[in-house]
């Protein structure tokens, strides 16, 4: 694995998530020199370094490997369904097929044994995620401001990026030629999360 690409890989998700090189050594158990040395791509990281990073960060390991060659030993072997799809756009009507009916699956290693993946369509969440893509959905893991969420309202299901405040939240677009939805007040009796977006499988 490229040293230097994990490295700035961390790095991303530690601005992201407001965490500090310090906050990350505590909660993983390594020394504060041996995490700058990694994030500066000084160090070789192994992969049960990269998993216990991930883990605190509550991220997906293959998301900081992304990009790189990995071992098939190393590849997931959890199958994850792809039963829905969603639109990253405007709000529309949820669809989900029955699970004997699913024809789908993808290999993502998650601990969450009620994640599943959806099929990105729409333009809105581009350039990061783009029409025909895979997103891992985690059920149970909480949303976090800055996080990746499929969620629901009135009935209506979207993908966007979320952000809390006080007494509002805004579900974000990447792509700038798309308006960001502001929820607040009674608006938000009808919202609800549905999950955090954990991975990603690129369209090739």
Known sequence: MTTTFIGEKINKYLKDKNFTQTKLANKTGFSRNFINMI???????????????????EINYLSLIEGDN?????????????????????????????????DEWVGFDTNDPNAFGLRV???????????????????????QSGDY??????????????????????????????????LSGEQLKNFKEIGKVIGQIKRF
Do not use: C
């Open 39 to 57: 994030l500066k791509g000084n160090r070789t990281a192994s992969l049960e370094t990269i998993r216990k990073i991930a883990e605190v960060l």
């Open 70 to 102: 990995i071992a098939p030993a190393d590849m997931p072997t959890r199958k994850i369904p792809i039963i829905s799809y969603v639109q990253a756009g405007t709000w529309h009507e949820p669809y989900e097929i029955n699970k004997e009916d699913i």
């Open 121 to 143: 369509i729409g333009k809105s969440m581009e350039p990061n995620f783009n029409e025909g893509d895979r997103i891992i959905i985690s059920p149970r893991m909480e949303p």
């Open 149 to 182: 969420v499929i969620v629901k309202y009135d009935g209506n299901v979207t993908f966007k990026k979320l952000k809390l405040y006080k007494e509002m939240l805004i579900l974000q677009p990447l792509n700038p030629d798309f308006e960001e939805i502001f």
